[in-house]
């Protein structure tokens, strides 16, 4: 190849070439408080006095650590190393993001820890009859990202037996191979906790696509509707020519009422799923599910039934007309009764009653038999069971019912797993998500989702715990 004047064999100017190849080393204060901590190590290993055994182990936890990115094979390696090298048995005592003290690996048999309160571990290492426990730090500079905050920075410890003889630079060096765990545990603790994040936005943004975006789909036909009506305004104008003039407006006045009944009822249908479509964004938004990376309950007293059932109902109720689908509602809609007023989350639970109503209206076939043979028809109906019937308390139970085939018994399992669609799904468009979201909400709120054939209905029902509003 013929080498250009002014370029060399990349094709490149030296200066182009200069500019992609060559990165500055730090200068003026940077490179001072480098160079300065540099030394600063030098001296401390000089220090430590490590011997060969204990230099060698070290190595060998940092090729391990980033050898095996499994949490398990990583404290399989905190315990096999005092093990392999020193002949020590050893255990690994960790908190979870709940804040529970585990034992994650020990290299024997079980035995009874030296510390098990998540309160009491120690902050500094301590000698207890023949075992060494070393505090598990984690990274103060960036403590604050882990999901909960640890006493002293500690997130557990590290016991090593038959340390009675231990020098104390023996304990030295346990001290600081305690802190090399801990610091990797720590950026693994962040790694997970971000992946959680992560995979929680990601089901936020179906859950907004599949609670928001595809009910709000709805606003088209809404509007449609309204156009008929105000066109239909103007017909009405225009009709009479020929007419008398006390014919054409008694008539004229007859449809006009008929047009204005029929706007308002418009009216009310695009009013209620514009406040319904607020609340949903609004919950769906919070600041604090972002934070959290899950969704987090915001609780206020509600009547269950007529302050969340009842208007999820009404929003749909000309769904369901114009489906020809026959709404049954078997309890009573308004109750005064005061157990039904629950510290819930308005928002997330009425989307899990939308959510339930919208598969209603999508999966609903006529019935084969009983009442309702031939024709299409769903129900909503609570009541109140005692202790042994619910959630181990008192506890309100709300269904959804729906006519059709039962579901396969395959599919009953599965049904509120994220992703799945039963085999009755057919043509009917979805992505699997609602059913999973209705769980997720239904159990942070301490209650469980279920499923039971009874006759000709499908029943998809939520058990809730009822709470004492004066507890």
């Known amino acids: 190849m013929k080498k250009e004047k002014g370029k060399d064999e990349t094709g490149c100017s030296p200066k182009a070439a200069e500019k992609v190849y060559m990165c500055p080393l730090p200068g003026g204060e940077d490179a001072v408080r480098m160079s300065g901590r540099v030394e600063q190590k030098i001296e401390d290993y000089q220090r430590y ?44 005592f960790l908190l979870s993001p709940q804040s529970v003290l585990t034992c994650r690996r020990s290299s024997m048999d079980a035995a009874a820890p030296p510390f098990d309160d998540p309160q009491s571990l120690p902050s500094v290492p301590v000698l207890i009859h023949e075992s060494f426990c070393c505090p598990i730090r984690g990274n103060h500079k960036i403590i604050d990202q882990l999901p909960f905050v640890p006493e002293e920075d500690v997130i557990g410890y590290l016991e090593v037996q ?29 790694h997970e906790e971000n992946k959680g994040h992560l995979s929680f936005i ?12 595809v009910p709000n789909m709805y606003f088209k036909l809404f509007f449609n509707r309204l156009k008929r009506q105000i066109d239909g305004v103007g017909n009405i104008c225009e009709t009479g020519a020929g007419e008398s003039a006390e014919a054409a407006l008694s008539q004229m006045m007859k449809e006009l009422r008929n047009v204005h009944g029929k706007l308002e009822e418009q009216f009310l249908e ?67 009764n005061p157990e039904l007023v629950q510290p819930v989350d308005v928002g997330l639970m009425a989307q899990v009653i939308s959510n339930l109503l919208s598969n209603a209206l999508k999966y609903t076939t006529a019935s084969d038999s009983g009442e309702y043979a031939g024709k299409k028809a769903v129900y909503a109906d609570w009541k109140i069971l005692d202790a042994g019937q619910g959630v181990g308390r008192r506890s309100l139970k709300v269904e959804i019912a729906s006519t059709g085939p039962e579901l396969a018994v395959q599919d009953v399992p599965q049904l509120f797993m994220q992703g799945y669609r039963g085999g009755n799904v057919g043509s009917a468009g979805g992505t699997g998500q609602g059913l999973f979201f209705v769980r997720q909400i239904v159990e942070l709120h301490e209650g469980r989702m279920s499923y039971e054939r009874v006759g000709e209905w499908n029943i998809f029902y939520m058990i809730l715990p009822l709470h004492d509003s004066e507890s």
């Open 49 to 92: 006095e490590f011997t060969p055994q204990q230099k060698s182990a070290l190595n060998i936890f940092f090729d391990l650590v980033q050898e095996y990115e499994d949490e398990e094979d990583f404290h399989a390696v905190c315990v096999m190393i005092p093990k392999v090298i020193f002949g020590l048995e050893s255990s690994l």
């Open 162 to 190: 038959g340390a009675g003889d231990f020098s104390e630079h023996d304990r030295l060096f346990w001290e600081k191979y305690a802190n090399r765990i801990g610091f990797q545990q720590h950026l693994r603790m962040i």
């Open 202 to 213: 990601q089901n936020l943004v179906r859950d907004i696509g599949h609670n928001v975006i």
């Open 270 to 336: 695009i009013s209620r799923h514009y406040e319904q479509t607020s609340l949903y964004l609004e919950t769906l938004l919070r600041q604090s599910h972002f934070e959290k990376g899950r969704y987090v309950l915001e609780r206020r007293e509600a009547n269950v039934i007529s302050g969340i059932l009842r208007p999820q109902l009404l929003q749909f109720a000309p769904r369901f007309r114009d489906a020809k689908i026959t709404l049954v509602q078997k309890g009573e809609m308004e109750p005064k």
